[in-house]
């Protein structure tokens, strides 16, 4: 499994040779060894890719994200074949039971909030209401918990007038980060042979992503938790790098200090194994450090 994100943000030829990543642009002519991406990210319009190159990503189960005009990612490849898939595993997804899949999306959502509290905390911000709706927390958070703190703690990061749906800097580089979660947590789905379209809680036959829409929501902080501690007035090329590296962010999964991505598989895989009746127990605890990121935009473009 790769390690590097590769962003291209300029016009360019992309090709694959000798098992290697070909990238020549006006300043000449790079190459990156195959076996050392997770994933390529196309932020321009302008980029020629063979398709040779495109097959190898395929194979190798690299991401490629593609944006639109506006910088926003909207859409990413995903092959025909993961890494290992048998019909025996998939028998089990489909026959995943629905006291697992109830008790996990507790966990879930009850590992979000403590993670919201956290950034919040970190950002001088006042917590008590958003702690008394994780105590609030039910099995399978049928009281939509998640959602409700969401309409408190987006405004005390952001300012009291503040809305996910308005136009600005903020919601541009959240759902930007977001996307590179989404493809991060999707590639560990595939690569351990499940399916991304069969939900434990998303249910929407319009995404078919809905297994990583599920298992990426306690990583989602993570991101919020990098924004805030950047100072930016427009959604540049500095901010989308950062966001692309704020997955080598080194965090707390339960307990152990680790890289954002790293993590990220690791408890893809736990969440698998437990819905599967591999494991009877699993816990979900994301930790950040004392101190919010200020250098990402720093040393990194």
Known sequence: MGWRSIIIGQHAKI??????????????????????????????TQAMISS??????????????????????????????????????????FLWPSERREQLWTRITHAKIE??????????????ELESELEAIEVNDISNREAVVARK???????????????????AALDYGYAVLLAETNQSITENGYLMELGIHHQNRANRFNLG?????????????WVTGQKFTEFNRQVRVGLVDAMHTVIKYNGIEMLTQNAVRQYVRECLDYLSGERDEIEVKVEFKDEVPNHALNGHV
């Open 15 to 44: 090709t694959h040779s000798a098992h290697m990543m070909v990238v020549q642009t006006k300043d000449g002519i790079n190459e990156i060894p195959m076996d050392d991406i997770a994933k390529v990210l196309v932020e321009t």
């Open 153 to 171: 703690y987006f405004p005390l990061l952001f300012g009291k007038d503040f809305s996910r749906r308005q136009e600005n800097q903020y919601n």
């Open 52 to 93: 040779d190159f495109m097959s190898a990503c395929l194979q190798r189960n690299i991401k490629v994200i593609f944006v639109d005009r506006k910088y926003q990612p909207i859409g990413e490849t995903v092959g025909y074949q993961p890494v290992a898939r048998d019909y025996e595993l998939l028998e089990r997804q």
């Open 213 to 225: 829409s599920d298992l990426m929501e306690p990583f989602r902080p993570v991101i919020d938790y």
């Open 115 to 128: 993670s919201q509290i956290k950034v919040a905390r970190l950002n001088g911000c006042p917590v008590q």
